[in-house]
Structures are given as structure tokens and as C-alpha cells.
């Protein structure tokens, strides 16, 4: 038979074969003969071309005749009751006499089905009974062999194997489809002089959609020999509709030329294809290959058909087997994740350094960035990258639970350069207004794929029109894929969805819980200010007293003391003093978290200005360095004049008077504040003084906390540092000291505009 071109002006390319009607081919194959019945007086409305040859009676003669008057059935009563009494989807074969033209009875299996409003009834020459039985019990004992298998390559590869064994085809093959419907062939067993298929991949174009649907639902097709010449159904279209008989379920359905030639490149001349299913779903096909034409019994056609649909539950069974531990395994991971972000740690601090999030779904790397927090675990991009990533996830994301792509680079060109790192993305909202987001990576996989030939097939020109013809060699074909990682499966994005469902209701929990303490710590906070304030300014009336008397006692009566008496009227004098000290310092303190900011645009290089002219005589023999301009922020400058005031004075204040050389630094640049994953802009002020031993960096910023003795390094209340904190976050930053003891302290500090 020949391939008929397609009509003038029809587009040519690779979805021209999802186009072509194969369930309505106007033909069957011509080893059996169709006839299409109406019912219910079974009246014969269509025959196959060929019904004269196994029949024995002219097309003409059948056409509009009951089928149970049509000459030469025999037994048409018994015949007509089976047919009425048939389920929809039919049965068979049931068994058929037929005296030919010649006086012969000729014995045939008939298969019927209902389709479309019609009996379509098959009529084929009946095959050898005899090793019915045995081909059953051969698919039985194949099963039980296969009871023992556990994973799913191993046992493609044993059906393969069994199915050869018990059909006899040259070469059978699993063909597994993937979710892009390309082809893997995931086992083989063949004759020995064929050359291997194994592990070829062929496109999606291959097997058209239309073809996996017939697959579908049918799941046994077979073809004798591809060198048939079509018998064709007369007439080719229905009076009641003007359409042709819809054949799709029709064991006898004559095949796409296209299909015909694909196999003739092959050297293929007989097949016979299983339909392996997932659920309602195309999971693969058992393809049978054969290089001479090849008779399919009925007994073997229906062991096959039954092998088909016990290997598919033993396929699913196998299948959800080793999803099943790849899941338990997930969920052990899982448990102990949610332990550990149970615990009072905020997230996503707690997740600094717990690589136990890659394991969730088998990533390579991960962000982690909740509101203005960030932990990065594994390998990631640089932190510029990392900003234009989440950047980008924001702007792509339409809602749905999880974000996926294994071809980032492909999909977005811009971040080619973070291939090595993020070719693959998985990304998870965890927050209801989807600005934070776990980020799980995969690197680039450079992998070569082996095709059965090129996948793209060519178009030739015909005298007719352009038509597509099939691949002509399907001698290995390599193709070097890149900028792809390894795709995410099933198991990892149900992982993904489930942690991420867990994650929100911890981080909103969490939100609950902060929302409610802050509520409280304000009003603690209010009352604790209220108190400070009044306690601070009540104690100075008594202090005041107590000050009075004393300077009366040394007025009038100093020199009736003797030189004891005289030493106490002094310490009295000064601990009193320093007592005024610390409420004044108290009272301020107290009015700084009360007083209201007053934010503007703040030139901080003026700040630091009027800062070093207060301290113009103590900076006599220190260099002041300010590498760059400062920025211009919105803040209170006279708070954070004094917040510069106080951090200035201590440089000066712990210089180390055995070093030749005094230096104070002043400059903005990115630093980390202390568990925070990201740099953040800073200022900064430095100096090459004493410094802090590490085992006091966190206790320096408690009120009336000194270091060393009162009267070293020009005394002091040891409030200083703890205004300046307060100061900072008032203006929503963070304030934290870097220090190496004798080389000297970095005090760093960030600020954020307190009325954004």
C-alpha cells in the first residue's frame, strides 16, 4: 500500500500526525472480514471489500439484509441471540459456521462490539483451540514468577523476557512514556543478530496522541503483516450521518500508512502491541516485533490481552512500592525537620546549617528568606543572584502551590550563569501573602541522550503536496543535553507541598504567638518606661536632700572632723554624685524609648562632622579615617547623633596607649548582622584600641555594665552602648560588636526609616 500526500495548503510539520484520523480508516486488515449491523433487526449496513474471499458472498448481496437472512450462516438464529444478548463492549469469539459460495463450511470466530449507535461483528478464520488451556496456564505461571520481582526496570525486563518466551516474536520491548509522552525503552530481549534498542529514547511524535488514546482503551493490537492491501468498507460512509464508521475499538482496523512505513524502516513485518496502564492512564506498551509475517492465534491474542492488564496492577503495585519507601524515607526526614522547627528557635534561624531540608527533595542547595531573614544551606548563588532569583520567582509566580521548573537557564537565558548551582528550581511559599519563599536547587546535569535516530523527522515533497514521511535509519542518535538538572519526581514535590503546608502553620503560629507577645512587651515595655521615668525622677528630691545636708555638714562642721570623718564626708559626696549620675542616665534612657522621632533625610557625613568637632581636643594624636562619603538615611538625627556620640567616644575612650600608631575609622559598607544569611548595608566604626574579649560581646550592650574599674578609661556609667542600642531599634535596625582583644573593636550598626 502507498502513503497518500495530504491536501494542498495543509501546514506540514510534526503535528500533522496528531491530526490524521486513524480511528476512522475507511478499512480493515484483510485477513478478516467486518460487517457494521444496525439493531435491532441486525441489518447489515456496511461490509469489508473482501467478504467474497472468507465468505464466500458479494458485498451487494449482504448490504441491507438482517444478518440472520443472510445466505450461507448456517446456524443465524443462535447467532442473532448471542449478538443481542452482548454487553457493549462485546466478547468473544463465538463461534461461527459460515457455507461458503463453494458449499464449504468455513468454522470462524466472531468478535462483536457496540460503537457509535452500531454492532460492528469481526469474522475471522478460527483458530487452532487445542493449546488454549496451556497458554493460560503458561501466563499463570509467568505471574508467579513475577510475584518475586520488587522494582520496576526489573520487571520490565522479565516480561520482556516471558513474553518473547510465549509469543515467539523476534524482539519485545518495554516502552515506558515519560511525562513529555517521549519514549524510553527501559528493557529489551531479542534475537541475537538484531541490533539492541535498549535505552533508546524516541519523541513524543512517534506514537501521536491519537494513537496513545487508542492504546488507551484497547489493549491488544495486533498487525499480521504491514505488506496488506486494505479491504475497504463499503459503502465508506454512513447514510444516517455521512461520516465513516468509527473503528476504534475493531480488532481488524486497518493502520496509518505512516505507522506501515515507520515499521517498514525498521524491517519490522508483524507486531504486536500491550498496552501497560497506570490507573486510566498510558503508563507504556509492550512492543512485539517480528521480521516475517506472524499468525496471532485468538487463545494467544487473549492470553496476551490478559498478561497486559495483570502485569499493569503488578506494574502499579511495584510502582507504588517504591514510591512508598522513597516517601517514608522523605517523611522520617520530615519529622524530624518539623521537631526541630518546633523548637522555641525562631524560623528560619533554625535552620542554620541543617542540611536535612536538602534531603526533603534530594536538592543540592536552598534559600531560605523569610521577611528580611535569610539562611542559605548547601550550595547556592552569590548573594546578588540570589536577590534577582527571588526576584524572579515573585514576578513568575501565579499562585499555584509549588513553582517547578528543572530548565531554569533555558527558561530564563539571565541566569545561565548560575547553572552550575540552580539549573533546576523548586521554589515553596510559606506565607500567606507569598513573599517568603524556600528555594530548594539542583545543579546542571550535562547528559547525553540516546535517541532511536533523529527525532525530528523530514518532510519530503510529493507530486501531490508536501507530506511528513518516517524516519528512514534508526541507528543510534546522541544528543548532548545541557542546562537542565535532574527533573523533580512526584514523591519530592508531594514532599515539597506537605512541608511547605507544615512550614505555614508554623509560621503562622509563630506570627500568632509574636503578635501577642509584642502586644504584651509593648505594654510592659510602656509601664517599665513609665516606671523608670517616675522612679528616676522621684529618687533626685531625696538625693538632693541627702546632697544639701552634707554640704551644710562640711560648711559648718568639717573642721570639728577628723581626718576619718573627713574621707567619708567625701565618699558620701562622691557616691552621691555618681548616684545623680546613674538617674539622670536612667531618666534618659527612659525618655528615649518614650519620646517621639522626629525623621527627616539625614546627611550622615554631616552627623559625623559635628560628632568629631564635640570631640576635636580628645582626638589630639588619632587618625580619623573615612574612606568614603557616608549615605543620606531617614532617621532622627539628633538621636543618632548621639548614637555616633557614643560610639566615637569609646574609640577614643579604649585606645591603647601602647601602640604607636591610634586610628578610628568611620565608613558604610555591606556587612551580616549576627544569624542573619545575607549582608545588610552597615555603618561602621572601628578603631585598633584594647578590644573586647569575645566572651563579652553580647554583655556590653546591658545598662550599667563596665568592663573594667570605674575610674580606668575615663570612668563612666556604662549606659553608653545600651542608648545607643535603644536608639537603633528604634529605628528598626540592629547593633552588634566585632572584636579581636588587643588589635581592636568593630561597631556596626544598621538603620531603617522607623515610618516605613
Known sequence: MSLQPLPAGTPVDLTTCDREPIHVPGAIQPHGVLLVLDEPDLVIRHASANAAELL??????????????????????????????LQDRGAGPIAVGWIGGDGDTRRLDAFAHRHDGLLLLELVPAGDRAGHDDRYAGVREVLRRLAGVTGVVELADRVAQEVRAMTGFDRVMVYRFAPDWSGHVIAEHRRADLESFLDLHYPASDIPVQARELYRTNWVRAILDIRYEPAVLEPPLRSDT???????????????????????????????????????????????HHGDRKELPWPLRAAAEFLGEVVSLHLSTTQDSEEHAERARIRGVQRELVDRLSEPEAFPSALVGDERLL?????????????????????????????????????????????????LPRDEPSFDDVRDVAAGVLGAPVSVDRRDWILWLRPEVVRTVSWGGDPTKPVEQSPDGMRLQPRRSFALWRE??????????????????????????????????LAALNLELERSNAELDQFAFIASHDLKEPLRGLTNYVHYLTEDHLADLDEAGRDQVATIMRLAGRMEDLIDTLLHYSRVGRIDLAVSDTDMGDVLAQTLAIHEGSLRGIEVRVPRPLPTVRCDAVRVRELLNNLVSNAIKYQDPDKDEHWIEVTHEPRTPPGAGVPEPAFVVRDNGIGIREKHLETIFRIFKRLHARDRFGGGTGAGLTLAEKIVQRHHGRIWAESVHGEGTEMCFTLKDPDA
Open 242 to 288: 455521512g461520516a465513516p464508521v468509527d473503528l476504534s475499538h475493531a480488532v481488524l482496523r486497518s493502520v496509518s500508512p505512516m505507522h506501515l512505513e515507520y515499521l517498514a524502516n525498521m524491517d519490522v513485518r508483524a507486531t504486536l502491541t500491550i498496552s501497560l496502564m497506570d490507573g486510566s492512564r498510558l503508563w507504556g506498551l509492550i512492543a512485539c
Open 359 to 407: 534531603d526533603v527533595v534530594g536538592a543540592t542547595g536552598a534559600i531560605v528568606q523569610v521577611g528580611d531573614e535569610r539562611v542559605l544551606l548547601g550550595r547556592t548563588p552569590p548573594p546578588e543572584r540570589v536577590d534577582a532569583l527571588l526576584r524572579h520567582v515573585r514576578r513568575s509566580d501565579d499562585g499555584s502551590p509549588l513553582l517547578v521548573t528543572a530548565t
Open 480 to 513: 548532548t543535553v545541557d542546562r537542565s538538572a535532574q527533573p523533580w519526581t512526584a514523591a519530592e514535590l508531594q514532599a515539597a507541598e506537605e512541608l511547605r503546608s507544615t512550614i505555614v502553620g508554623v509560621v503562622v503560629r509563630r506570627a500568632e504567638d
Open 56 to 85: 464466500g458472498v458479494p458485498v451487494p448481496q449482504l448490504l441491507g439484509t438482517p444478518l440472520p437472512q443472510a445466505a450461507g450462516v448456517p446456524d443465524a438464529a443462535a447467532l442473532a441471540r448471542e449478538l443481542t444478548g
